[in-house]
């Protein structure tokens, strides 16, 4: 195990890259931060290439040494460095991101949740959460999306990118596939064609799309959808948080 104490080490100029998206997509790796995510991945078999921690907490947990990890000793200054946290807890891990993640299975299964330029971390996430918990099979990220694997976005995950298939790239080819598989796919834009989301069968092969927080669906992805959902509100408020919104049709549309 060798042992960092400069900010300047290459490793560390190296590993501080991985905050931005370019390194990310040069390097097809990130970082992960904090203990929950280090251990759900391991506990998912994801390939780990490096592990970063402070003495202290490698001190408390000294079984994470026995994985045989390329292992790095640091300072509390050099974690905090390399992570946006405020407050480190002193352990991160750098992974591989999928190697198909821009490839569209030759066979479409299973309810897949498609993002159309959604652009608030935080949102992202929770949704691709939301879609672990609802038994979804993969998410989808479209172009003018947010990263998948920012440092926010990967917090806000937490962990839930081991458990099913998360993929980018153009969502009018992944519909176009969805089509050819004769599987409906649902959109989520408020308009006067837009169906009750009670009125529709639950199933498990699907596409539900959402849309940007502001601006809502792309008109000419709307136009390829089967089907337009919304969600009747009982109440005064105008609209829903696009992730409360997703997680509402993805747990009633897969509701059995």
Avoid: C
């Avoid at 251990?39 to 907490?57: D, K």
């Amino acid at each position: 195990m060798e042992k960092i104490t400069s900010v300047h080490n290459q490793h560390v100029k190296d590993w501080k890259k991985l905050q931005t998206r370019k390194e990310r997509q040069k390097t097809n790796t990130y970082l992960l931060d904090g203990w929950h995510l280090v251990n759900e991945a391991i506990a998912s078999q994801v390939s780990i290439l490096t592990l970063i921690g402070t003495q202290e907490q490698f001190e408390l947990h000294p079984d994470i040494l026995t994985h045989g990890f390329e292992t790095y000793e640091v300072t509390k200054e050099i974690m905090t460095d390399i992570t946006d946290s405020v407050t480190p807890q002193g352990i991160a891990a750098v992974v591989e991101k999928p190697k198909d993640d821009l490839e569209i299975p030759t066979k479409l299964t299973g309810a897949w949740l498609l993002l159309d330029q959604i652009q608030d971390p935080g949102n992202i996430g929770t949704m691709v959460r939301t879609a672990d918990a609802a038994g979804f099979v993969g998410v989808v990220a479209g172009r003018k999306t947010a990263d998948l694997y920012s440092p926010k976005v990967v917090r806000s995950m937490q962990g839930s990118q081991f458990h099913l298939q998360l993929r980018q790239g153009n969502l009018f080819s992944w519909l176009n596939q969805f089509r050819q598989a004769a599987l409906p796919v649902y959109g989520t834009e408020l308009n006067q064609d837009a169906k009750s989301f009670r009125e529709v069968e639950s199933a498990d092969d699907f596409a539900l799309i959402m849309g940007n927080e502001g601006h809502g669906m792309q008109p000419e992805l709307l136009q390829q959808t089967t089907q337009n959902l919304y969600i009747p509100m009982a109440g005064k408020a105008e609209s829903l948080n696009v992730a409360v919104s997703a997680g509402i049709l993805m747990f009633q549309l897969k509701q059995k």
